[in-house]
């Protein structure tokens, strides 16, 4: 079994950063893909920013430049870094592992893994 877990949410000051953690725990081989999603009041999830196994980031346009996303594969933290956040930057930010593969996994020959979700951490932008 995979467990993620935020950390780092809070009230933010207009123009402040943040940073988000997610660590994943279990018996985990491999993590293909590890991303922050936001969801905002009344709104559907969407995807902040992604990374893959080796490297490669996506972002969505709202947040290019101002959000950088890591990851530490030997300790199995992504992270979030925020700058300049705005008012509009408030949501629910949840952590997401897809393709996470687990010891377990791999005894029944489930090399794709599966995915996982956090339970997420509020960020509140406001002055």
């Known amino acids: 079994q995979v467990h993620l877990v935020e950390s780092g949410g809070g009230s933010a000051q207009p123009g402040g950063p943040r940073r988000l953690s997610c660590v994943a725990s279990g018996s985990i081989v491999r993590i293909n893909f590890m991303g922050w999603y936001g969801q905002a009041p009344g709104k559907e999830r969407e995807m902040v920013a992604g990374i893959l196994n080796g490297g490669s980031t996506r972002y969505a346009d709202s947040v290019k430049g101002r959000f950088t996303i890591s990851l530490d594969k030997a300790a199995k933290v992504v992270s979030l870094q925020m700058h300049s956040l705005t008012p509009e930057d408030t949501a629910v930010y949840y952590c997401?592992?897809?393709?996470?593969?687990?010891?377990?996994?791999?005894?029944?020959?489930?090399?794709?893994?599966?995915?996982?979700w956090g339970k997420g951490t509020p960020v509140t932008v406001s002055s």
């Open positions: 997401n592992g897809k393709g996470i593969v687990t010891s377990q996994d791999m005894d029944v020959g489930n090399y794709y893994g599966r995915d996982y």
